[in-house]
């Protein structure tokens, strides 16, 4: 965290609180100890604080529910119908929000490196597995091959953002992967290769690719700019891409039953608002390396809430590789690991 009196600090604790507010020096907080300005920054600081040490766990609970929306919402919509339905109501929240709370604007270079994030992280990200599990693409295949996103991840941002990546990071990504291949193995087995053809594969590959270079771009170029700004024009560009998809290649016929109503809700209100921000908030604030290690316990984390929503089950294999995963999490996540 870079404080404006105190130079840098790799934990926000009481005392780098006392630097967060630029001009105030820590020898001057007596005498400023009463003025709101700095009660209200100090708060802020506090509140930044720990929302930034339960943002992982949040965003592994959030982000984990994104197949089961998914599951329960596309058979309602066809894939970039759904993602117009789901950015339109996204941007109907954020807009107004943004403009209640008076963020700033953004400058036009920083809106271009937002658009490009959106395009990246939602657009085709999103739309790529949508349209794989549309024609047929296990979500358990899906899942393996999207956990290969940290280890893609690791190495380009070691080679374009130059992140020191140990030995015990490597070993790390490795046992995660291993982890991740127990818990979805099972399932993969069970479906066989029916619907996992090439054409579905690929878009599941370019939607691998999609969030890791958006990741990698989101840490580069746009980590310094508000958040519900930065949303917003995200959407933009997330939004506009899809458009043009659904006018020109599906029917864009929509079947309002309950659960599709419900799924696409959830999926606006808990991922796309809630997930995608900490998404974003931790990229800011942690390497990205480290951040890309938290989708190896997705799928986990995934198959136990399908465990206890569509009654899947969980063999010993599959809890067996939950611990792996955890294990690698911890050993990727801790400071000496880069």
Not at 128 to 149: D, F, S
Request: proline share 5%.
């Amino acid at each position: 965290v870079l404080t404006a009196d105190c130079g840098q600090v790799d934990v926000i604790g009481p005392s780098a609180l006392m630097c967060l507010v630029p001009g105030r020096p820590p020898d001057q907080v007596s005498g400023v100890a009463r003025d709101k300005e700095w009660r209200r920054d100090i708060h802020f600081g506090l509140t930044l604080f720990m929302l930034v040490r339960i943002a992982p766990t949040l965003f592994v609970l959030l982000w984990s529910t994104g197949f089961i929306g998914t599951k329960m919402g596309a058979a309602g919509a066809e894939p970039f119908t759904f993602l117009v339905l789901r950015f339109g109501l996204v941007l109907a929240l954020l807009i107004p929000f943004g403009w209640a709370v008076s963020s700033p604007k953004l400058e036009p270079r920083q809106r271009m490196h937002a658009i490009v994030v959106g395009l990246l992280v939602h657009a085709v990200y999103l739309g790529g597995v949508m349209w794989g599990m549309r024609h047929g693409m296990p979500a358990a295949i899906a899942a393996l091959i999207t956990c290969l996103q940290p280890i893609l991840t690791a190495v380009l941002s070691g080679l374009l953002l130059r992140e020191v990546i140990s030995g015990r990071h490597w070993m790390g990504l490795a046992l995660g992967l291993f982890g991740a291949a127990l818990v979805v193995g099972p399932k993969v087995v069970a479906v066989g290769d029916s619907g996992a053809t090439p054409t579905t594969i690929a878009t599941t590959v370019i939607a691998l690719i999609a969030i890791t270079c958006g990741t990698i771009y989101q840490r580069r170029f746009a980590t310094g700019f508000d958040l519900v700004s930065g949303a917003i024009w995200q959407y933009v560009g997330a939004l506009v891409a899809v458009v043009p998809l659904a006018l020109l290649f599906e029917t864009r016929q929509v079947d309002w039953t309950p659960q599709f109503l419900g799924a696409l809700l959830w999926l606006v209100f808990v991922l796309s608002l809630g997930a995608i921000s900490l998404l974003m908030l931790l990229i800011r604030e942690n390497a990205v390396s480290r951040t890309s290690a938290l989708f190896y316990l997705i799928p986990g984390v995934t198959a136990v809430l399908a465990f206890f929503i569509f009654g899947e089950q969980l063999s010993l294999v599959q809890l067996a590789g939950l611990v792996v995963v955890s294990v690698a999490v911890l050993l990727m996540q801790t400071k000496k690991a880069l």
